[in-house]
């Protein structure tokens, strides 16, 4: 139903598929990177019962930013206490 209104909008006025190109291509992106988020972040449970608190099995060598600039995860040490 949409995608027949966008096409024949797109058939009427060519110039608009720029447009929705960009448009649809993040409306994609978005949604794979909430997708990424809700599934790798360590901030995110969604097994309560086998690992409540899974941000405190992370090791320090653990990268779980999206993108790290100049940070070598590798050297990190430990400095936090164990629980």
């Known amino acids: 139903m949409v995608l027949g209104t966008i096409l024949t909008h797109a058939k009427k006025h060519p110039a608009l598929i720029p447009l929705f190109v960009i448009i649809g291509s993040g409306g994609v992106g978005a949604g794979l990177y ?4 809700a599934m790798f972040n360590p901030d995110v449970s969604w097994d309560k019962k086998n690992n409540p608190e899974p941000w405190n099995k992370l090791s320090p060598s653990d990268q779980y930013k999206f993108v790290s600039i100049n940070m ?7 400095d936090r206490p164990d629980f």
Request: avoid cysteine; hydrophobic fraction near 35%.
């Open 34 to 37: 909430l997708m990424r988020l």
């Open 72 to 78: 070598d995860y590798s050297r990190l040490k430990k």
